[in-house]
């Protein structure tokens, strides 16, 4: 599996837009790029998934350079309930294959 | 999507004494998986549940330790045995439909051993 790098931590205001970046240089041809996000407390939560260029749902976009080796989480107008852990994972879309969790990005958010 | 519950959502037990975690998943998947997520810590998979067969043990985890069952394709159970201090946790359930659906995980159930 593809070993994810991520920032340990970042730091927001109410209102402003956050950008997450991943490093994933070897990703293989087959992996997808899926973005998980944690409350405290609570089961990590779905955010978007994507193969390569940008995809973007109600809750986030996500930006995959032609190369692949790289992807950005962005999230717009970040309030404080967006405050949580980020996880960046990189596997394959098969069924059989659990999802592997590297550290995470801790964000902040404060008003 | 899949809603996934657990129970106890937290206890506190004995050291020595074993807990079984139920999973319940609200509608049949393929996949089902147990994590573990000491705290401040990521998530590390423990263990896949197979059905009607013996689950599948990730490096450093062990089926007298961790014994899984899964009955069917909405169930499955974690049991944590002869507990330790070390084990305190929390301990989630995660099912996955199938290929190219989404891994949905459960809230978790947090154990203290004391």
């Known amino acids: 599996l593809a070993k994810t790098t991520q920032p340990i931590s970042m730091d927001s205001y109410e209102g402003q837009e956050v950008n997450i970046t991943c490093s994933h240089n070897?990703?293989?041809?087959?992996?997808?790029i899926t973005w998980y996000q944690q409350f405290p407390s609570q089961g990590p939560r779905f955010i978007i998934q994507g193969y390569k260029t940008k995809v973007t749902n109600e809750v986030a976009s996500l930006f995959i350079p032609a190369d692949r080796k790289s992807s950005t989480l962005s999230l717009p107008r970040v309030s404080l309930s967006d405050t949580a852990v980020y996880y960046c994972l990189v596997a394959p879309n098969q069924a059989g294959t659990a999802l592997i969790f590297g550290k995470g990005t801790t964000l902040s958010v404060s008003s | 999507s899949a809603v996934i519950s657990q129970k106890p959502s937290r206890d506190i037990c004995q050291r020595g004494t074993s807990l079984t975690i139920q999973c319940q998943v609200d509608s049949q998947v393929t996949m089902m998986f147990w994590y573990r997520q000491q705290p401040g810590q990521s998530l590390t998979l423990i263990a896949t549940?197979?059905?009607?067969?013996?689950?599948?043990?990730e490096s450093g985890f062990v089926i007298d330790k961790f014994p899984i069952s899964r009955p069917n394709l909405t169930f499955s159970t974690l049991t944590v045995s002869n507990m330790s201090p070390e084990d305190s946790s929390i301990y989630l359930c995660?099912?996955?439909?199938?290929?190219?659906?989404?891994?949905?995980f459960g809230p978790g159930t947090r154990l203290l051993v004391l």
């Open positions: 070897n990703i293989a041809t087959n992996d997808y």
């Open positions: 995660s099912a996955r439909g199938g290929r190219g659906e989404t891994q949905y």
């Open positions: 549940a197979n059905q009607g067969s013996e689950a599948t043990y």
